[in-house]
T-cell receptor, first 115, second 118 residues
Framework: DGGITQSPKYLFRKEGQNVTLSCEQN?????MYWYRQDPGQGLRLIYY???????QKGDIAEGYSVSREKKESFPLTVTSAQKNPTAFYLC??????????????FGAGTRLSVL | AQKITQTQPGMFVQEKEAVTLDCTYD???????LFWYKQPSSGEMIFLIY??????QNATEGRYSLNFQKARKSANLVISASQLGDSAMYFC???????????????FGSGTQLTVLP
């Protein structure tokens, strides 16, 4: 089945630690995205990538880093510089085009908590 | 800058009844797309329906329809014949279609929690 796989489902971070969230897609989509969701709020864009080896900052990129070495994979690292990392993180992918051909499809999310 | 407003934090509807979830948006662009997503308690965001700003007809997908009023900048989601499984958070989102790069970003509203009562 085609889809987006995020792992782990739950993640705990100790103070001063970097953690990496995995996102893999087999939809052959060019574009991938990372969003953060805080309780009772909508999604905010952290980073997005249009093509391999290229990515752009979203609205809240500080304290996060990404890489895009393969079309299928877009891991997100939450660094120790992110002082309030507790949130629900969602990965998405889409075709890089306009109109109804560009629908973002999401993974099941990773819930990150700080110990 | 684009902005999405969902003014109903919570809504209740009786099973088998229809319900309308409100969404207004703000943009200076002429070409844009409007989206609705459903987020059950499990957390995954599920795409429901898309409306392009130049589409002449309101979008429909099964029990979902979008009441698009361009002059009022509103894109309300109508769910007909509500089911218990429709209980979830619903998000309206918008994307400006001009150019490329940052213009392809989705901007989300704060969501409406829908509860379907038996």
């Amino acid at each position: 089945d085609g889809g987006i796989t995020q792992s782990p489902k739950y993640l705990f971070r100790k103070e001063g630690q970097n953690v990496t969230l995995s996102c893999e897609q087999n939809l052959n989509h060019d574009a991938m995205y990372w969003y953060r969701q805080d309780p009772g709020q909508g999604l905010r864009l952290i980073y997005y990538s249009q093509i391999v080896n290229d990515f752009q900052k979203g609205d809240i990129a500080e304290g996060y880093s990404v890489s895009r070495e393969k079309k299928e994979s877009f891991p997100l690292t939450v660094t120790s510089a992110q002082k309030n990392p507790t949130a629900f993180y969602l990965c998405a992918s889409s075709k890089w085009t306009s109109g109804r051909e560009n629908i973002q499809y999401f993974g099941a999310g990773t819930r990150l908590s700080v110990l | 800058a684009q902005k999405i407003t969902q003014t109903q934090p919570g809504m209740f509807v009786q099973e088998k009844e229809a319900v309308t979830l409100d969404c207004t948006y703000d943009t200076s662009d002429q070409s844009y797309g409007l989206f609705w997503y459903k987020q059950p308690s499990s957390g995954e965001m599920i795409f429901l329906i898309y409306q392009g700003s130049y589409d002449e007809q309101n979008a429909t997908e099964g029990r979902y329809s979008l009441n698009f009023q361009k002059a009022r900048k509103s894109a309300n989601l109508v769910i007909s014949a509500s089911q218990l499984g429709d209980s979830a958070m619903y998000f309206c989102a918008m994307r400006e279609e001009r150019g490329s790069g940052s213009a392809r970003q989705l901007t989300f509203g704060s969501g409406t929690q829908l509860t379907v009562l038996p």
